[in-house]
């Protein structure tokens, strides 16, 4: 049973189109995160939301929206896609209690910007 | 703010070599410290983790110790096989924000035959 789900893996569109990446996780986590690796491999936080909370990271444009249903999900809108934009995004998750807790990751969506 | 400092990649070893990678950090307060681990084409994957000073984390025959006076976790493992070429990456959780992870910048490492 996959713990977090991501769609699509791939995704290749055109520069000022909108698209979405969708997330679920079916672990009961509270919490979801939103991550983008770069073409050096380079890790960094987006968005962490809660049912209560979301945190955004202030480097993050305002083109890219996180969107959860519930607390299962987390969706990831992206407005006006910009090919800088390319890159690999990876959902995470996590019972966010406790920095001891381990994060549980997707298997990432590849977003190529033509 | 916190950060995380690994050694550059790619390394490459042959089957059976000893590997270490380094991993700094710098942090407020007392983090969780983290290794990751990402197969080509996949997510990333705990491979240990370490929750205070002087605890030793280990899985598939990696180790790595939190040292707080040196504000270090390498990444050791006595002797790699081909199935462990892969993307390692360092993170700590100081507990800000939503405990999201601050990461390092990975570690390539190619075990060859």
């Known amino acids: 049973d996959t713990a977090v789900s991501q769609t699509p893996k791939y995704l290749v569109t055109q520069m000022g189109n909108d698209k979405s990446i969708k997330c679920e996780q079916n672990?009961?986590?509270?919490?979801m995160y939103w991550y983008k690796q770069d073409s050096k491999k380079f890790l960094k936080i987006m968005f962490s939301y809660n049912n209560k909370e979301l945190i955004i990271n202030e480097t993050v444009p305002n083109r890219f929206s996180p969107k959860s249903p519930d607390k299962a999900h987390l969706n990831l809108h992206i407005n006006s896609l910009e090919l800088g934009d390319s890159a690999v995004y990876f959902c995470?998750?996590?019972?966010?209690?406790?920095?001891?807790?381990?994060?549980?990751f997707g298997p990432g969506t590849r977003l190529t910007v033509l | 703010g916190d950060s995380v400092t690994q050694m550059e990649g790619p390394v490459t070893l042959s089957e059976e070599a000893f590997l270490t990678i380094n991993c700094t950090y710098t942090a407020t307060g007392y983090p969780s410290l983290f290794w990751y681990v990402q197969y080509p084409g996949e997510g990333l994957q705990l491979l240990l983790k370490a929750t205070k000073a002087d605890d030793k984390g280990s899985n598939k025959g990696f180790e790595a110790t939190y040292r707080k006076e040196t504000t270090s976790f390498h990444l050791e493992k006595g002797s790699v096989q081909v199935s462990d070429s892969a993307v390692y990456f360092c993170a700590l959780n100081s507990g800000a924000g939503s405990y999201q992870l601050t990461f390092g910048k990975g570690t390539k490492l190619s075990v060859i035959p």
């Open positions: 995470a998750s996590s019972q966010a209690t406790s920095p001891y807790n381990e994060q549980f």
């Open positions: 672990l009961g986590h509270d919490t």
